[in-house]
T-cell receptor, first 110, second 112 residues
């Protein structure tokens, strides 16, 4: 499985945008980029996924580099409830398994 | 109940006990998963069931025994566990071919 690299931790201020980076230089043409997050004392939660084009949903936006070797999860206005560990995961379109890394622990300051 | 539920939420057991973890999904999905999350380690996929058949077993010791009696229920039977098996056990479900997995809140297991 292709590997992703994320910073161990990031800090943000409440109501400011947050850009969470992910490097995946060995991504293959059939890998989708998935983001999940895990709030304290909860199971992971799906956030967003994409292949080549940027994606938006009610939770976040996903910006994918043109060469697909990196991507950025964008939270437009961070709230205290967005404090969580964010996981960037590559998943081949032909199989359903998610391989989790260590993720980025996001802290949000009031 | 909605989503994915897991019971019990917390479990303490001795190494000679036998216990079972239960997962139920109310989403009409056709695939279910067991994951293990140890302290300071990434989530590890343990088992995958698709259409009630086990399709993946990631070299999990035989002291963990999964069971999927129908598409809505998944069990993890535990026996003669070790203290290093203490972890958060998470269940998830999905609907093939859609990629999103929906996770339950987990069972926090402590083996004494």
């Amino acid at each position: 499985d292709a590997k992703t690299t994320q910073p161990n931790s990031m800090e943000s201020n409440e109501e400011e945008p947050v850009h969470l980076p992910c490097n995946h230089s060995t991504i293959s043409g059939t890998d989708y980029i998935h983001w999940y997050r895990q709030l304290p004392s909860q199971g992971p939660e799906y956030v967003i996924h994409g292949l080549t084009s940027n994606v938006n949903n009610r939770m976040a936006s996903l910006a994918i580099a043109e060469d697909r070797k990196s991507s950025t999860l964008i939270l437009h206005r961070a709230t205290l409830r967005d404090a969580a560990v964010y996981y960037c995961i590559l998943r081949d379109r032909s199989q359903g398994n998610l391989i989790f890394g260590k993720g980025t622990k996001l802290s949000v300051k009031p | 109940e909605t989503g994915v539920t897991q019971t019990p939420r917390h479990l303490v057991m001795g190494m000679t006990n036998k216990k079972s973890l239960k997962c139920e999904q109310h989403l009409g999905h056709n695939a279910m998963y067991w994951y293990k999350q140890s302290a300071k380690k990434p989530l590890e996929l343990m088992f995958v069931y698709s259409l009630e058949e086990r399709v993946e077993n990631n070299s999990v010791p035989s002291r963990f025994s999964p069971e999927c009696p129908n598409s809505s229920h998944l069990f993890l039977h535990l026996h003669t566990l070790q203290p290093e098996d203490s972890a958060l056990y998470l269940c998830a479900s999905s609907q093939d071919p859609f990629p999103e997995q929906f996770f339950g809140p987990g069972t926090r297991l402590t083996v004494l």
